[in-house]
Nanobody
Framework: QVQLVESGGGLVQAGGSLRLSCAASGNIFSINAMGWYRQTPGKQRELVATITSGGTTNFADSVKGRFTISRDNAKNTVYLQMNSLKPDDTAVYYC??????????WGQGTQVTVSS
């Protein structure tokens, strides 16, 4: 089992920045990729960014050039730095960990609200 605890959400004005953190615990050696997804009411959860154990990153087109993802393997933590935030970025952000077995784990979610 893997447990994920997110932090760093909040309210920010358009154009501002936030950094989300996700700390993993438990069977961390089973984790391959980690990442962030987001969801708004009535919509499906969508990928924001992922990073593999080898450091390969992937971003949704909507956040390319504004968001960065990084991983501190010593702290078992993944970060999402969000810059130039837009009201459309408002959502609940969920941390995800994918195991080498393809099993998925999710955090509890953290609210990000961007005011115009």
């Amino acid at each position: 089992q893997v447990q994920l605890v997110e932090s760093g959400g909040g309210l920010v004005q358009a154009g501002g920045s936030l950094r989300l953190s996700c700390a993993a615990s438990g069977n961390i050696f089973s984790i391959n990729a980690m990442g962030w997804y987001r969801q708004t009411p009535g919509k499906q959860r969508e990928l924001v960014a992922t990073i593999t154990s080898g450091g390969t990153t992937n971003f949704a087109d909507s956040v390319k050039g504004r968001f960065t993802i990084s991983r501190d393997n010593a702290k078992n933590t993944v970060y999402l730095q969000m810059n130039s935030l837009k009201p459309d970025d408002t959502a609940v952000y969920y941390c995800n960990a994918e195991g080498f077995s393809k099993r998925n784990y999710w955090g509890q979610g953290t609210q990000v609200t961007v005011s115009s």
